[in-house]
């Protein structure tokens, strides 16, 4: 095919063209693809996560080192106002994270010191708090040199204020023991907390700058520190070298968190268990009410539930020394748990009831297998707390409260620990004993039957009143048949049941008992003794001759019953059942009834306790009801039935 001629001239420009940047290809190496590389090499690659990247093979090591940034040392490390470590890089070598209301386990030798890190961004709210901080960051426009200056400071005061408060928490759960046995009570070296937020102090301990860091030690095992900071929080756990007379190492359990303390226990000076009785063998313990609510859904709850759990020790043994303000410390060293690795104790029974002030639940301890005569202190603690246990959880390690001295009667054998009665439900503290007789539930029946059999007869006695009587034709318009019972009940259950303690007891106001009987091991009061005692029938007899001939206890001292349980009564029940009571200063008042004095046990009533915390906090206990009831000795009680 031909081609016109201007086809022609087409053609030869293309082919000219085509030559021409062959030519050009040939002569000039084209250098393009070198960009990305060079670029590569140029610039320092910045890592915004948190992983741990090795070392770039393709990265021109020689290049980078050869031409260095003018503006940055290389080993600078950026900080950004709207970033923390846990954004810009991992925590110091040797330094441990905590995580928020999780504890974290650890040895410690003495002599060294474990080092942790709480990241603040790492806890729920702080992120929000970063991107605020990084809105503001875009507003500073052209600002001049004084206003933004001013913007600066003003950011630093945002910036304090905005701190979290960070509550940190520790229990020392084992610590050195003695190489040999000792009387000492001087445990091992205390822990030490070091705290710091200084950001030129990423270690605290005893070797950094004191001026960058504050420092606790740990009191019995625990420490509890609260700070505000928008910093990483620092902290260190020191454990000082001990004498050669210890030998081992420490564990201790470590938390921070922005709710509450993880570890807790009580700074308040009154006691937070009330010991309610004792004998040779046992204690009786219990807690406050654990509700001031009166809503039976609520109370069905509580009931089903045992929170705490209790740890006891002879005050002569050494072991809990050092750690008593620990629950996990407690858990490993106290004599007599509640609970051990999540098992009831068989010396340690506990259960709920609703006995003592305000029928309102209440947890109760009843401790068996304790040597006579000696003095425990008793510590109640909570595994976490009532809703939150564990890890992940607010206040979920624990909280220890004051310990409560006690000490066990005599080893005489005639005061016993009764409760759970049927009738006298009210009824749970010594009562006059002896071994040979049975045990405690065989001895409860007896006086608890006796009761109720009493009881029994005046329900007789009342039904000769007019107890539905329209009102103006009762005995009383302000009292009814249904007060009368109660009273009397309550005074009868008082009175029939006598409160035990040992006759060395010194306390005034008990009254001498039996003393002309001899002891359960067949001992008897030498004549010195009896001399200082009248030659009658209230001191050589117990209160219920039923007692002495059934029961055989031998001396002992009785609690005598509160006399406002005999005004009471009087002002309860109808003026035709003449019933009548002592006043302080007549004859037969000092053997039968005692006055209540407020902090004391002076005298007994039903749901009373030995008041071991300050009055305030136990005036409940001392007056557990808007009235009480009582009735003297004499006539009346004849016709009751008592006699």
């Keep these: 095919m031909q081609l016109s001629p201007l086809q022609s001239r087409l053609a030869a420009s293309l082919i000219a063209t085509c030559l021409l940047i062959a030519l050009y290809l040939t002569l000039f190496t084209p250098r393009f693809a070198l960009a990305e590389t060079i670029l590569q090499e140029a610039l320092p690659r910045i890592i915004l996560d948190d992983l741990d990247h090795g070392p770039d093979p393709d990265l021109d090591l020689e290049l980078f080192q050869a031409a260095p940034s003018p503006q940055h040392d290389p080993t600078y490390e950026p900080e950004f106002a709207a970033f923390d470590r846990s954004i810009v890089g991992r925590a110091p070598v040797g330094v441990m994270s905590l995580t928020n209301n999780v504890e974290m386990s650890l040895n410690v030798e003495p002599g060294s010191t474990q080092v942790f890190v709480f990241e603040l961004s790492a806890t729920s709210g702080e992120e929000r708090n970063d991107i605020r ?41 084992e610590q050195p ?91 308040e000076e009154d006691a937070d268990l009330i010991l309610v009785d004792t004998d040779s063998q046992g204690a009786l313990l219990m807690t406050h009410n654990l509700t001031d609510s009166s809503d039976p859904v609520l109370h069905d709850r509580i009931m089903a539930t045992q929170p705490y759990v209790m740890f006891a020790q002879n005050a002569k043994e050494g072991s809990i020394n050092g750690v008593r303000q620990s629950y996990c410390g407690l858990q490993v060293y106290a004599q007599i748990a509640a609970t051990k690795d999540g098992k009831s104790a068989n010396m340690v029974k506990t259960a709920m009831t609703k006995r003592g002030p305000g029928k309102l639940p209440k947890q109760q301890f009843y401790f068996t297998g304790l040597n006579a005569s000696a003095d425990y202190i008793g510590i109640l603690a909570q595994n976490g707390n009532l809703t939150n246990v564990g890890n992940g959880k607010s206040g979920g390690g624990g909280h220890v409260f004051r310990a409560t001295a006690f000490t066990t009667k005599r080893d005489n054998g005639n005061c016993a620990i009764i409760q759970n009665l049927q009738f006298c439900d009210e009824v749970a503290y010594s009562v006059p004993s002896n071994p040979s007789f049975g045990d405690t539930e065989k001895l409860a029946e007896f006086y608890d039957s006796y ?8 329900k007789k006695v009342m039904a000769q009143v007019p107890c539905e009587a329209p009102n103006v034709q009762r005995y009383s318009l302000v009292r009814n048949c249904s007060d009368c019972n109660a009273a009397y009940k309550e005074w009868l259950c008082s009175v029939a049941i006598p409160r035990c303690e040992d006759f060395s007891n010194s306390t005034d106001t008990y009254h001498p008992r039996a003393l002309s009987q001899p002891f359960p091991n067949g001992e008897r009061l030498d004549a010195e003794t009896l001399g200082k005692f009248p030659n009658l029938t209230a001191y050589n007899s117990s209160r219920n001759p039923r007692i002495d001939e059934v029961i055989r206890p031998g001396p002992y001292k009785e609690v005598l019953p509160c006399d406002d349980l005999c005004y009471a009564l009087v002002q309860s029940c109808p003026s035709s059942l003449d019933f009548s009571c002592p006043r302080p200063g007549d004859a037969g008042f000092s053997s039968s009834y005692a006055t209540r004095v407020p902090g004391q046990l002076s005298c007994n009533y039903q749901g009373s306790a030995h008041l071991v915390s300050g009055v305030g906090r136990m005036g409940e206990i001392g007056y557990m009801s808007s009235w009480v009831a009582g009735l003297s000795l004499g006539a009346s009680l004849v016709m009751a039935g008592v006699i």
């Design 451 to 458: 009761a109720s059999e009493v009881f029994e007869n005046f």
């Design 133 to 173: 901080e990084l809105r503001r960051d875009t507003d500073n426009g052209d600002l001049p040199g004084d206003a933004l200056e001013e913007r600066e400071e003003e950011r630093g005061v945002e910036r304090r204020q905005s701190g979290r408060t960070v509550y940190i928490s520790a229990n020392t759960c």
């Design 177 to 267: 023991q003695r190489r040999t046995r000792s009387n000492s009570d001087q445990g091992p070296p205390q822990l030490t907390l070091y705290v710091s937020t200084d950001p030129s102090n990423e270690s605290p301990g005893p070797q950094a700058d004191a001026s960058t860091q504050v420092t606790f030690n740990f009191t019995e095992g625990g420490i509890m520190y609260n700070l505000t900071s928008e910093r990483p929080v620092f902290i260190g756990v020191h454990a000082s070298n001990a004498s050669t007379e210890f030998q081992g190492g420490y564990n201790f359990r470590v938390a921070a968190s922005t709710d509450t303390f993880f570890h807790s226990y009580s700074t």
